[in-house]
């Protein structure tokens, strides 16, 4: 299984960001991403895109 990447940034004691490419587009699948970040403490997922 190939791991997805992401960078934690901690803002309070228990309150976190993970910044990361959208799950599924990198070397991991969909669903290992998935898995992965929510295993890393992730509760949801927000994707940002442009025009």
Not at 6 to 17: A, H, R
Not at 20 to 39: E, F, H, M, W, Y
Request: proline share 6%; glycine share 4%.
């Amino acid at each position: 299984m190939s791991l997805h990447p992401f960078d934690k940034l901690t803002v309070k004691n228990d309150i976190s960001f993970l910044f990361t490419p959208c799950p599924g587009i990198r070397d991991a699948n969909l669903v290992d991403s998935v898995s992965q970040l929510k295993a890393a403490g992730t509760s949801a997922i927000v994707t940002l895109m442009s025009d």
